[in-house]
């Protein structure tokens, strides 16, 4: 039987298996890491556009 390292000791899975849950574990922490720091940056990017349209719309009109 395969083994997939240190995991495959210790359940007696197929390997695309625990590899599925290693990778599915692995991007749900990494969501969990970035979520603020994007929140963040779509909060800043939205308050820069809201400070240029009216620059924009003061320009085209005068």
């Given at each position: 039987?395969?083994?997939?390292?240190?995991?495959?000791?210790f359940?007696?899975?197929p390997?695309?298996?625990?590899?599925?849950?290693v990778?599915?574990?692995?991007?749900?922490?990494?969501?969990?890491?970035?979520?603020?720091?994007?929140?963040?940056?779509?909060?800043?990017?939205?308050?820069?556009?809201?400070?240029?349209?009216?620059?924009?719309?003061?320009n085209?009109?005068?």
């Open positions: 039987m395969r083994r997939v390292g240190y995991l495959g000791v359940v007696d899975l390997a695309p298996w625990i590899i599925g849950f990778v599915a574990v692995m991007g749900l922490v990494a969501c969990l890491a970035t979520r603020q720091p994007v929140a963040l940056a779509g909060i800043i990017t939205f308050m820069e556009v809201d400070g240029l349209v009216p620059v924009v719309a003061a085209r009109s005068g």
